[in-house]
């Protein structure tokens, strides 16, 4: 399973994002890909108010704020055959 993470240096919410996502990858092997949001244009338009984002399968799943109990949630959802969905709640 693919998780990606569009965030930026300094940023505190992109850190505490990554600390959930590292902590929920030690239960739930993944592949963590990084990117910087500054590196694409239409990435940085889309989402530059958002930061961090998380997608999983390919679907915006969260962003801002992470809670672990949630990713992991999702993530089983993913295991399991069924279709990871946009998180409720997590945008303000």
Known sequence: MIVRIYSKPNCCLCD????VLERVRERIPFELIEEDIRADPATFAAYRYDIP????DG????????EESEVEASLQRGIN?????DSGGQEE
């Open 59 to 66: 679907r915006d799943t969260f962003k801002l704020r992470l």
């Open 16 to 19: 505490q994002a990554k600390a």
């Open 53 to 56: 984002v998380v997608i999983i």
């Open 81 to 85: 055959g069924t279709p990871v969905a």
